[in-house]
């Protein structure tokens, strides 16, 4: 019998915040169960035009500046043979789905902050999103009840590379579940 996930962990990489004036650069996805075992994942460079690149980094130079390691990462996985076209990357993230998701159902989406990736899935992939469930497992807002009400902070890791960014939210919301009595 097969394993269904029951969440998808989402992390997207991308040239700046708006979803509109900005573009995903990296997706990594992380299909789990509820006790977040991976199932399965997912990882592509999704392709940005070199100007659209050069002109979004100067648009939010703060962030680029203070992890120049990440944006040259990002830039060369952007310039080599890696890198996918955007339809290609989500019809790879919806056989993804169909493989590891039951069939005809919503799937959650599950991150950090993952509200802000759904806007550019919204934006990007509207078949994706199309598969996606209204609610969504966000990890920021665990963070936002145990910091402000408890004082308890979690040191996530700072990666800003999609795969590992996820492995950190998990780890993150198993801290917080950790502190729960039932």
């Not at 269904?4 to 992380?30: C, F, Q, S």
């Not at 992890?67 to 890198?83: G, K, T, W, Y």
């Not at 056989?95 to 005809?104: L, Q, R, S, T």
């Amino acid at each position: 019998m097969t394993k269904y996930a029951k969440l998808l962990w989402v992390d997207l990489e991308m040239t700046g915040l708006d979803p509109v004036e900005d573009r995903i650069l990296e997706v990594a996805a992380i299909a789990t169960d509820w006790d977040f075992k991976e199932i399965a994942t997912y990882e592509a460079a999704k392709k940005v035009g070199p100007n659209l690149f050069a002109k979004r980094i100067k648009a939010a130079p703060t962030f680029w500046d203070t992890f120049p390691e990440v944006r040259d990462a990002l830039i060369a996985q952007n310039n080599s043979d890696l890198a996918k076209n955007g339809r290609v990357v989500e019809n790879e993230l919806l056989e993804f789905i169909d493989k590891h998701f039951e069939p005809d159902t919503r799937v959650l989406l599950a991150g950090n902050s993952v509200h802000q990736d759904r806007k550019f899935i919204e934006n990007e992939w509207s078949r994706l999103n199309a598969r996606l469930h209204y609610r969504m497992l966000d990890v920021s807002a665990w963070k936002v009840v145990f910091e402000g009400k408890y004082g308890k902070k979690f040191a996530k890791p700072e990666n800003h590379r999609a795969l590992e960014d996820i492995r950190g939210s998990i780890m993150e919301l198993k801290y917080y579940l950790g502190k729960v009595r039932i």
